[in-house]
């Protein structure tokens, strides 16, 4: 969704986009709240949803789900505030210790675990309210579930893909990929893309995309709740991503200071041929690139989808005097015409899985089948309370992997150890 990088990968990452204005207005919309007694904190007035609002697109976003709520439940009064992107995953604390404090909340299924000290378990109200979450991406389900009790309702389920530029397959006398890609081939087709400074894969930063690398081969970097970078399974799949580079030369190394744009750029440019990234890329990409776009699995040995997943959803503050119509309103801009919807304007992936069609509007066939592959096998991107440093430290010594100047054990090991401290 159009988080701004997830919502570009919204870091799902997307939520990037920060603009002063727009900063002001959401300010402006807090206080309004705030006046308001918007916390949702008596059985009368609007709920607030506290969340992220770095741009006007944000906001329109989250504008876009109370208005379609309001379709399904007339009363459903909803008021917005919130800080960037970046800055909510800190702010969001300070904001619920504070005075009137919102009674919604968003989370994404992989930083959870972070918040789940804010979060209200939503079990006994999922009974209450006869809600069926088996219509919801079990993936996803999965992601927003801590100690057992599901913590947010998810609203997108975005499996992670691999755009092509199928002018460059098809000049290149390569066959297109579709819902299934192996490794070998994969590393066939991307070789002989590859022309001296012209590298097939453009890479992005971070742990994200190898993460999702590694998960489509079915290793996993946290195990029973806890942080396991070191497992054999996930090092092996870890140094084949950095051998991309290190290795094999189908890919140039990110620079520590690269942003999700540099990859972003060097694919819709034509001067890289392939990029893994979000679903919700799809309609940026479209408009930006000058060549047919392709869109295929994250490869895997085997050549079948296992796709790992990366979404949000809405939850309840602990601290909320009426979770009961908190929930109510979740309720509402989760059915499955508002993700319709949302899917149609905004290129989300919705996690419920009757809604998922309508994301199929506006793309390729071939997409559409790649992503319903990919959500038939899927992983979501579990986390723990520390990911971030996970992430911090992946940019920072990750590098060093795709150059080949460390291995992925070197790598795992000192952000292993660093994270424990």
């Known amino acids: 969704m159009e988080e701004a990088q997830q919502v570009t990968l919204r870091d799902k990452r997307g939520a990037t986009r920060i603009g002063t204005a727009i900063l002001l207005a959401g300010a402006l919309t807090a206080l309004a709240g705030c006046a308001s007694g918007g916390g949702g904190t008596s059985a009368a007035g609007p709920i607030a949803l506290y969340t992220w609002v770095g741009s006007q697109s944000d906001h329109d976003q989250w504008q876009d789900f109370i208005t379609l709520g309001k379709k399904v439940d ?35 299924a992989a930083r959870a675990q972070e918040l789940s000290g804010l979060l ?15 219509g919801f991406d079990k993936s996803m389900l999965k992601g927003m579930t801590v100690d057992g009790t599901i913590r947010a309702i998810p609203y997108d389920a975005e499996p992670i893909v ?33 022309r001296g400074d012209h590298k097939a894969l ?6 994200f995309f190898p993460n999702a690398w590694a998960i489509a081969d079915g290793a996993q970097a ?6 396991n970078l070191t497992n054999s399974k996930l090092v092996d799949q870890v140094q084949s991503y950095f051998d991309l580079s290190a290795k094999e030369g ?20 034509g001067n890289a041929d392939m990029l893994i990234e979000g679903p919700w890329m799809y309609g940026s990409f479209a408009s930006a690139a000058k060549f047919k776009l392709g869109v295929t699995i994250v490869p895997s040995t085997s050549g079948d989808a296992h796709g790992m997943t990366a979404g949000s959803g809405f939850g309840i503050a602990k601290n909320c005097k009426n979770p009961d119509a908190a929930f109510k309103a979740i309720v509402a801009m989760t059915d499955t015409s508002v993700l319709k919807a949302q899917a149609a304007k905004r290129g989300i992936v919705p996690a419920r899985v009757d809604a998922q069609d309508a994301w199929a509007v506006g793309k390729t066939p071939e997409a559409y089948a790649a992503v319903k592959a990919l959500l038939g096998n899927a992983t979501a991107q579990l986390t723990t309370p520390t990911w971030n440093q996970v992430e911090t430290l992946f940019t920072q010594y990750g590098v060093e992997g795709y150059r080949g100047d460390k291995t992925a054990k070197d790598v795992l090991t000192t952000i292993q150890n660093s994270v424990e401290q």
């Open 250 to 269: 189908i890919a140039k190394p990110p620079a520590n200071a690269d942003g999700s744009d540099v990859g972003q750029a060097a694919f819709t440019s």
């Open 120 to 134: 209200l378990p939503l079990n006994d109200l999922i009974k209450k309210n006869k809600l069926d979450t088996s």
């Open 74 to 108: 007339p009363k459903l009064d909803v008021t917005i505030e919130g800080p960037s992107f970046a800055d909510y995953w800190t702010k969001v604390k300070t904001r619920l210790s504070g005075p009137n404090p919102p009674c919604l909340l968003t989370t994404q």
């Open 202 to 207: 453009a890479i992005e930063g971070g742990f």
């Open 222 to 227: 946290v195990k029973g709740g806890k942080l």
């Open 162 to 194: 691999l755009y092509y530029n199928a002018d460059a397959f098809t000049k290149a006398g390569l066959t297109l990929p579709g819902a299934t890609y192996t490794r070998d081939q994969f590393l066939s087709d991307a070789k002989k893309l590859t």
